[in-house]
């Protein structure tokens, strides 16, 4: 059953006829709007304001846009200046670069000046982390980012956010404008389907239940949220299994109390992300669920190796991360229950 306080689109399991947009265009909006709510706000980019849309904001407020060139290390260190003397600043590229090359200079300009500083002042800068996962598609292995998830949420004080599609990724670009400190939000390149609207809830930290179910939990974030809500769909059609699907936007802070009210309930879950299965949200909850109620889990997502070039479904399909792929994960971890 679908959740009906969520305001979703009505045809949300018509695949053929959902619309489909780019989520890179939902931090575009954000920025925007971000920036005629706050004039502190300000925006720096690494030479692709076009493909992250941070030219949006550029042209809306010139005077608060720094383009810095391919220069993703200094970027952060600029931003963290400039976040020291009050300045919103979200810093733009591609997920590969940053947080991939410049995770130092976050690390230690940003998280640790946020972290330990002595004045107490939060080091509000966001880092936008824009073609992440392997649906960049034919760019390949070198500019698909599968790590990105696990070098932020281990950084202290880092809020992590993967949003599912391009409302959810406007809502989330305003949220963490207005979030205190550090902040990563991760978003795709192609165009994903919008099954939330304009009135859909978003807070940071709590987690949505889209579907609920008995027979098992699927968290997702990100591209693979709704293939998780056509597999739970399919699965009931087909086998009569009734799943609860989650959108775990939030990595970190993780809202464990979702997960542990659901899977409580069905006593398993699926996670599925478009991510490493190492150190993303399926090791989060994994992390969670451990320490409160341990039950059988079982993993989508990259699974210890480079991605490839491809179309992004041909790449889904290849490396597991499809529909299919998450119905076999369910019945397998249903399977495994009781054992």
């Known amino acids: 059953m679908i959740s009906k306080n969520l305001n979703l689109v009505e045809n949300i399991f018509d695949e053929d006829k959902i619309e489909k947009i780019k989520t890179r265009d939902g931090y575009g909006k954000g920025l925007v709007e971000a920036g005629e709510k706050n004039p502190n706000v300000v925006v720096l980019c690494a030479d692709l304001s076009e493909s992250t849309r941070s030219e949006w904001f ?3 407020f010139p005077d608060r846009f720094i383009e810095c060139g391919v220069a993703e290390q200094g970027m952060a260190t600029y931003a963290s200046g400039m976040a020291a003397e009050g300045k919103v600043v979200f810093i733009s590229s591609y997920a590969v670069f940053s947080p991939g090359r410049n995770n130092e200079q976050i690390r230690t300009t940003v ?4 972290w330990g500083s002595e004045s107490g002042k939060e080091i509000n800068v966001k880092i936008a982390g824009a073609h992440a996962g ?4 034919p760019d390949g292995a070198t500019h698909q980012a599968l790590e990105d998830i696990a070098l932020m949420r281990v950084q202290p004080g880092m809020a992590v956010i993967v949003p599912a599609d391009v409302h959810e990724t406007q809502k989330a670009t305003v949220a963490v404008a207005k979030r205190p400190g550090p902040a990563y939000i991760r978003f ?10 304009e009135k859909t809830p978003f807070e940071i930290g709590k987690a949505y239940t889209i579907i609920e179910g008995k027979d098992a939990t699927i968290a997702a974030c990100g591209s693979l949220v709704y293939k998780a809500i056509i597999a739970a769909k399919q699965l009931k059609d087909e086998d009569g299994i009734e799943c609860e699907v989650i959108n775990s936007h ?3 802070p993780l809202d464990g109390n979702a997960i542990l009210k659901s899977v409580k309930k069905t ?6 992300e478009e991510h490493q299965v190492m150190g993303g949200m399926g090791s989060a909850i994994a992390e969670f669920l451990s320490q409160n109620y341990p039950v059988p889990q079982e993993f989508i997502g990259m699974h210890d190796r480079f991605g490839e070039s491809g179309e992004p479904e041909e790449l889904f399909e290849a490396f597991g991360m ?3 792929h998450i119905k076999d994960a369910v019945k397998k971890v249903i399977s495994r229950k009781g054992k």
Do not use: E, L, M, Q
């Open 111 to 114: 998280s640790y000046n946020s």
């Open 134 to 137: 392997i649906s960049v598609g």
């Open 188 to 197: 795709g390149r192609v165009d994903y389907p919008v099954f939330t609207t």
């Open 58 to 60: 550029k042209k809306k």
């Open 267 to 272: 006593g398993c879950v699926v996670t599925a």
């Open 250 to 252: 939030t990595i970190k």
């Open 322 to 324: 499809g529909v299919s």
